[in-house]
């Protein structure tokens, strides 16, 4: 930004006239808004319609595979995919390990990912290899394996793969709060939490959307009140754990946290289980597919 | 030999290209040193009897240089490839150096071996997966944390969350467990009352029979209704004073509300109790004369309410 008073001499005197000019403006602003409100109270059901902020999501680049309610290729495909034995009442089993190197905060977070999940269960990794842990995972029933990656103890990617076949998706893991660090938090509860997908749009979102849900069972207990939140907003997903409790009008929620509480941001998406020397690639991030600010893939 | 002398002198006292000079010890480049150090024992290039083992791609030769054919650079070394079994080229390495000098027999044994132990060592690493490290790429993460904490303010992740926990209450997903008919209830109220008024001025508009039980205006008998139902007959005296000190319009005011909502609510009889004289006091500024309570109406109310409804 260059300077707002560029023929003044005086430094403080050329910051006092920039802020009282800044002031000024913002007073300009709320008035406008004012007479707008009030021009529309007066019109009534006549007035301009309501102004819609442009942000990256309003103007977002068209994606053409964005998924619409009743397409029926998509119905059809959700109905055969590597997923759809838990949209029908499967129960799903989940196998979570960390990387070798591991520290009390991966751990904690490991522990706070157990009791997010129910049906989650925590091994330890040790110097074992991931291919033949995720075969003897697939021998043992588990129908999800979760491998949180660290390095100089926090905890920087999330691999989640679903066995015996796949697919696998490779997530960068950052602002990683545990549940002591969140203010007001809660204790999580052992009921079977309800799940919100949120934004997961493209055909990638929704398959992105369907491997989540997976990782959860179908049959929440509702008098559990616990939900956990999977919101994608501009190809970050946002994952939170909250207890809630309608208001006494049913207006409202109120919500508490329970942590942990992470973003997640899609690296790679992989047919078949891990496998980085040979593997398939559904979709896999590289720089020059940033070629727009208002381009997303979820 | 002599030529083996004058070279070590040059070598060690003076100028070796090959020489590599550390704190503790001075160690040799040469590819063919057998150990490594720089000493007269195992330099290649002052001994003329010299043998070693070389490696090329994994595999393993027995080079051997010998005083014969110093004179011929091109031929100076023979080289011998070895098996790749570690005991047959132990064996082979035993052959060709079978009266050497116990020093040259016994390093090359050694080189062998420890060229066979890294060779498998290597195999095994290339076999295995191995991290591959990546650079950290700063500016990237700069701009990916920027939009992250953006991409979180434009979430909104609360309010999200609360609508979505609100559509599905209201879709009706979590059954029977919330009961919250007092909204629905009370629209469902309205829309009854609505629907009878209607109903009732239809028919007042059509001219049908209409029965005026009273000339009681309907409003006043609501409130003396409201103040009997009130009134235990103990704390009568208390409410007179009151109602005395606070004058006329008020003693109407307060009786008003109650009015409006005549039935059903606990307010009807808290207001009037508090604002009502007993006996029909006379206000001088009032609107409306209050016709004189008779008893009766108290024991009429039941059947007067079903008409009037």
């Known amino acids: 930004m260059g300077r707002l008073k560029p023929d003044v001499g005086n430094k403080l005197k050329r910051a006092e006239l920039a802020f009282k000019d800044k002031a000024n403006k913002k007073k300009e602003k709320k008035q406008r808004q004012i007479e707008r409100r009030k021009e529309a109270e007066a019109l009534g059901s006549e007035a301009p319609p309501k102004q819609?902020?442009?942000s990256l999501d309003t103007m977002r680049e068209y994606d053409e595979t964005v998924v619409q309610p009743d397409d029926e290729e998509v119905m059809g495909e959700d109905a055969i995919d590597e997923f759809a034995e838990h949209f029908t009442g499967a129960e799903s089993k989940t196998l979570i390990t960390t990387g070798h190197y591991t520290s009390p905060e991966i751990m904690q977070l490991v522990d706070e990912l157990v009791d997010l999940m129910p049906n989650a269960e925590y091994r330890k990794r040790g110097t074992a290899d991931l291919k033949p842990i995720i075969e003897g995972a697939s021998e043992r029933g588990y129908t999800m394996m979760m491998v949180v990656t660290s390095k100089a103890k926090k905890a920087t990617g999330l691999w989640v793969v679903k066995l015996p076949a796949g697919p696998t998706a490779h997530f960068r893991m950052t602002s990683v709060r545990l549940r002591k660090q969140i203010r007001n938090h809660g204790r999580p509860t052992s009921h079977r939490p309800e799940l919100v997908l949120n934004n997961f749009g493209t055909r990638l979102g929704h398959r992105i959307g369907r491997l989540f849900g997976s990782l959860f069972p179908h049959d929440p207990q509702f008098h559990g009140r616990r939900v956990v939140t999977l919101h994608n907003q501009r190809d970050f997903v946002f994952l939170r754990h909250h207890r809630y409790m309608f208001s006494e009008t049913g207006q409202r929620a109120y919500l508490q946290e329970l942590g942990p509480r992470l973003t997640l941001r899609l690296r790679s998406l992989q047919l078949g289980t891990f496998d980085t020397t040979h593997g398939l690639y559904e979709w896999h991030h590289t720089p020059d597919m940033d070629t727009s600010r208002r381009r997303f893939f979820l | 030999m002599i030529t083996d002398d004058v070279i070590w002198q040059v070598i060690n006292y003076n100028q070796c290209s090959f020489k590599a000079k550390t704190q503790t010890q001075t160690m040799c480049r040469n590819q063919y040193n057998i150990t490594g150090l720089c000493n007269k024992s195992a330099c290649p290039l002052a001994q003329s009897q010299y043998a070693t083992i070389l490696e090329e791609d994994g595999v393993l030769f027995l080079a051997i240089k010998t005083a014969?054919?110093?004179?011929?650079?091109?031929?100076?070394?023979?080289?011998?490839?070895?098996?790749?079994?570690?005991?047959?080229?132990?064996?082979?390495?035993?052959?060709?150096?079978?009266?050497?000098p116990k020093f040259i027999v016994h390093k090359c044994k050694q080189r062998l071996t420890k060229i066979t132990q890294y060779i498998i060592r290597m195999r095994r690493l290339r076999l295995k997966a191995r991290p591959k490290l990546e650079r950290v790429h700063t500016k990237r993460e700069k701009r990916d944390s920027r939009r992250e904490a953006k991409a979180e303010r434009a979430a909104n992740l609360d309010k999200a969350i609360e609508k979505e926990l609100l559509a599905r209450l209201r879709a009706g997903t979590y059954g029977d467990i919330y009961n919250y008919p007092l909204q629905e209830y009370g629209k469902l109220l309205d829309k009854e009352e609505e629907a009878e008024e209607e109903a009732e001025e239809e028919a007042e508009e059509e001219g049908g029979m209409e029965f005026v039980e009273d000339l009681v205006d309907e409003e006043d008998e609501d409130l003396?209704?409201?103040?009997?139902?009130?009134?235990?007959?103990?704390?009568?005296?208390?409410?007179?004073?009151?109602?005395?000190?606070?004058?006329?319009?008020?003693?109407?005011?307060?009786?008003?509300?109650?009015?409006?909502?005549?039935?059903?609510?606990?307010?009807?009889?808290?207001?009037?109790?508090?604002?009502?004289?007993?006996?029909?006091?006379?206000?001088?500024?009032?609107?409306?004369?209050?016709?004189?309570?008779?008893?009766?109406?108290?024991?009429?109310?039941e059947p007067r309410r079903a008409l009037g409804r």
């Not at chain 2, 080289?79 to 050497?100: F, G, N, T």
């Not at chain 2, 235990?232 to 008020?250: F, L």
């Open chain 2, 68 to 100: 014969e054919r110093a004179h011929s650079p091109k031929r100076l070394w023979e080289r011998i490839r070895l098996p790749k079994s570690y005991m047959a080229a132990l064996e082979l390495v035993d052959q060709h150096l079978q009266y050497w």
């Open chain 1, 52 to 54: 819609v902020p442009k």
């Open chain 2, 224 to 301: 003396e209704e409201a103040d009997y139902a009130f009134r235990a007959p103990d704390d009568a005296d208390g409410d007179d004073s009151d109602v005395g000190e606070d004058g006329d319009e008020d003693e109407d005011e307060g009786a008003r509300p109650t009015e409006r909502k005549p039935r059903g609510k606990g307010q009807r009889g808290a207001a009037g109790a508090g604002a009502r004289p007993p006996d029909g006091q006379p206000g001088a500024g009032a609107k409306r004369r209050r016709v004189n309570i008779e008893y009766e109406h108290e024991l009429e109310s």
